[in-house]
């Protein structure tokens, strides 16, 4: 699957993403997707011309969209489609936690967040956040604060322990995109976690996704895949 996946939207140029909407194996109808044209003349985020990872396209235009019949997740679509930070640090589960990661974001110079959300049939709700700084250097920094290898530095609300998603195949892995995915520790609280930080030019992303009982490992992988896609 994993291989599958990778091969299916990293053969395709920059505008033509396919949503992998083929339901047999788990994976969730997606529309069709379309990454947003850069402006003219200027250089992609990997591009090695783009010293410092700058997204010169607009953010919220770089959000995966919903899969189809999803219930948008209006909480998430912030200002203007900006997200306050205040906003975003609910994700975390401890106060203290929150205080140190805005402050690390103010510390860092954090943009914006460009966030969006939504449920699907099965009651699995998906949170997609897109941090930018003023460069890449910046975000890889911030990255590094967040995610280490083995596991999240900050718990996520309702995951008390998350270790590396061992299950997670590099195969989906998009060239240029660092991604560290996670998977809750058993036994689940109330619902089960999974999450996901990318980091991508002067971007980090994090993508969050819980489900009561049980959140399919497919549908995760295929998300995080897609919105790397988008971001590189």
Do not use: C
């Amino acid at each position: 699957m994993g291989a599958g996946t990778a091969y299916g939207i990293t053969q395709l140029d920059r505008t033509d993403v396919p949503g992998l909407a083929t339901q047999s194996d788990g994976r969730w109808p997606y529309p069709q997707i379309s990454a947003a044209p850069l402006p003219p003349g200027s250089p992609g985020p990997l591009d090695p011309d783009n010293e410092a990872g700058t997204h010169h396209t607009d953010l919220r235009a770089l959000l995966l969209p919903a899969p189809d019949g999803a219930t948008d997740d209006k909480a998430l679509r912030g200002t203007d489609g900006w997200l306050p930070t205040k906003r975003f640090l609910t994700v975390f589960a401890a106060r203290e936690d929150r205080e140190e990661i805005g402050q690390l974001l103010t510390d860092s110079g954090l943009r914006h967040i460009a966030a969006r959300g939504w449920t699907t049939g099965d009651g699995t709700h998906t949170g997609i956040y897109l941090l930018q700084f003023d460069t890449a250097l910046m975000a890889e920094d911030v990255l590094g604060e967040l995610a280490d290898y083995s596991t999240p530095v900050y718990a996520a609300r309702g995951a008390a322990a998350a270790e590396a998603d061992d299950g997670y195949p590099t195969a989906a892995d998009i060239s240029g995109i660092t991604r560290f995915a996670y998977d809750e520790v058993r036994p689940y609280g109330a619902a089960h976690v999974r999450q996901a930080y990318l980091g991508a030019g002067d971007v980090v992303a994090l993508v969050v996704q819980s489900r009561k009982g049980s959140a399919a490992a497919v549908p995760f992988q295929q998300t995080v895949t897609l919105q790397s896609r988008l971001l590189g």
